[in-house]
């Protein structure tokens, strides 16, 4: 399990846009989000193993929203 803040997301239609772009790398098994919509929201990711933060920092940047580090 890892956590990570997100910035940008405002409604539940982007948390669902950041957990589909995350659930789409290579051993994510759950993505949960708890959404702040004026500020960061905290990402947490179920993994096999470790991610790479740039993997994650890119899938998230491909979804349309600021990835703002680990939580």
Request: proline share 4%; hydrophobic share 40%; charged share 15%.
């Amino acid at each position: 399990m890892s956590e990570y803040l997100v910035d940008g997301m405002t409604c539940g239609g982007c948390a669902s846009s950041v957990s589909g772009a995350l659930a789409k790398l290579d051993g994510v098994s759950d993505v949960q989000i708890a959404l702040v919509p004026r500020g960061a929201s905290k990402v947490t990711v179920y993994s096999a193993a470790p991610l790479p933060e740039r993997a994650v920092h890119a899938a998230v940047s491909e979804a349309g929203y600021r990835f703002a580090g680990r939580s």
